[in-house]
């Protein structure tokens, strides 16, 4: 919690490791994961909470005692651990010093005082409408209101509190059959919202034959149907070139690879971040390695004009989408990261609407629902000629079953409605070319 606290490291890379280091067993595993992943959805309500009964903010109390107090807070607020033993066993993580024992001990007699909803009604008590629920569901205002926003631009507001809830549940771990390499029925008995997919039986998804062989992956069924959209939008033509433009770290390019195999088409990836086009290489090795992974700026295809019949753009952007599997990610994030990343998913839209062919089909992703990252984006490129194409009804047919959002000919999905990822797609066609060239 201190690292991912002081050093910005990230939980779900970190705390796996830890895990194993102890050598913890399935139930402590699943304990450690809880109070982790919770402690950090929760960081805003439990710091909340924490700065009443210490009356100093979280930034004057040293960087120790301030993780296991959330921790602490964590256990007694929202899970079932006797307050006794949470306490006791958080002050023991506090060794022989006796300042911060001290300190601990008096915080958390005021918390066990009074009940948690009560101190919570108290710190709501004089907030704005949309702070208090901030607070309560502990997310930042600013992406409460830019949730609101998504859902209202598809007469769905009213759906926000469920959104927020979703974000603090515990996503189960989703699985992909890679076509050709595996079925889904070799991944378990859940279905998930994409024809590929399956929800990972419990316990680590490595135990999994077809995972460990590398002929399945852990992804969201989202992702998936985000990339589905692109491959299965119209009949693949033998020898079609496909790009993914922003790959790392391959997820969705593992996805792409074995769809191009199984149609005669060619995939090429590209990414920014040369570490990140590493994990891109090990995504496709048990797919297709000879996939080109090219290491650069999207920008720059800019200036390679029509040679491509589908491109992936998968675009950087904030993953408010994604909070409930990046447990910390809510609360790194900041307003001004918005404008700064739309500026980049214009350019890199521009650079894949001219680098596909003329009649060829860019997707257009983010897992963010942010209206700036998504329809704004989309609105800038049909501006300047793109040509939308009708994503829900592709995606109708990919996963009927699967209740769409989005507005327009956009597909938004959400976690509270779809059990995947808030991902956005929108699939672009290139004007010019002809409808043989689109079914050569
Ligand atoms: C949303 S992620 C892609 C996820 C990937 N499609 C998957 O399914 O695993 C966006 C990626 O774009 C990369 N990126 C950021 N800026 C870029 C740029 N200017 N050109 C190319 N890639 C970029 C990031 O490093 C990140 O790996």
């Known amino acids: 919690m201190r690292d991912v606290d002081v050093d910005d490291a990230y939980a779900n ?69 006797p307050a006794h033993a949470a306490v006791h066993e958080s002050i023991e993580l ?108 419990a316990g680590d998804p490595w135990r999994v034959p077809a995972v460990r062989e590398g002929r399945a992956r852990v992804q969201d069924a989202g992702s998936q149907l985000a990339a589905l959209a692109l491959t299965r939008a119209e009949p693949v033509a033998a020898g079609e070139r496909w790009l993914d433009l922003c790959a790392g770290p391959g997820g969705k390019a593992a996805l792409l690879a074995a769809e191009a195999r199984a149609s005669g088409a060619h995939l090429e990836a590209n990414e920014l971040v040369p570490a990140r086009a590493g994990l891109v290489r090990q995504a496709l090795a048990a797919v297709d390695p000879s996939v080109e992974v090219a290491v650069g700026d999207g920008r720059r295809y800019a200036d390679v004009d029509g040679v491509y019949d589908r491109i992936l753009l998968d675009a950087p952007c904030t993953g408010l989408g994604a909070l409930r599997r990046r447990p910390e990610a ?53 501006a300047d000629g793109a040509e939308a194409v009708d994503t829900r009804a592709v995606m109708t047919r990919i996963a009927p079953d699967a209740t769409l959002g989005g507005t327009g000919e956009a597909v938004q999905l959400w976690p509270h409605r779809t059990g995947t990822d808030a991902m956005f797609v929108q699939l672009l066609r290139r004007p010019g070319g002809d409808a043989a060239a689109s079914a050569r």
């Not at 001004?336 to 001219?354: G, H, I, N, W």
Request: with cysteine; proline share 5%.
């Open 13 to 81: 890379l970190l705390l796996p490791a830890r895990i194993r280091e102890a050598g913890l067993d399935a139930q402590d595993a699943a304990f450690a994961t809880e109070l982790a992943y919770g402690t950090l959805r929760w960081q805003g309500h439990l710091d909340a909470i924490v700065v009443a009964a210490a009356g100093r903010p979280m930034d004057e109390i040293d960087a120790t005692t301030r993780s296991v107090l959330r921790v602490a807070v964590h256990q007694i607020a929202r899970m079932r651990v």
């Open 94 to 201: 506090l060794g022989d010093h006796r300042g911060r024992r001290g300190f601990a001990n008096a915080v958390l007699r005021r918390v066990t005082a009074t009940s948690i909803d009560e101190q919570v009604d108290a710190i709501a008590a004089g907030m704005s409408a949309d702070d208090a629920l901030a607070l309560r569901a502990a997310h930042p205002t600013w992406v409460v209101r830019a949730l609101r926003r998504a859902l209202d631009a598809e007469g769905a507001a009213d759906e926000l509190e469920a959104l927020l809830a979703a974000d603090n549940d515990a996503p189960r771990v989703q699985l992909v059959a890679l076509p050709g390499l595996a079925e889904p029925a070799e991944l378990g008995d859940e279905s998930t919202a994409s024809p590929l997919g399956r929800l990972s039986p």
């Open 330 to 382: 809510r609360w790194r994030k900041q307003p001004s990261d918005v404008p700064e990343l739309a500026r980049l998913q214009s350019q890199l839209l521009r650079a894949a609407m001219r680098a596909v062919r003329p009649g060829g089909l860019v997707a257009y992703v983010t897992c963010s629902p942010h209206l700036a990252e998504t329809r704004a984006i989309v609105q800038g490129a049909i």
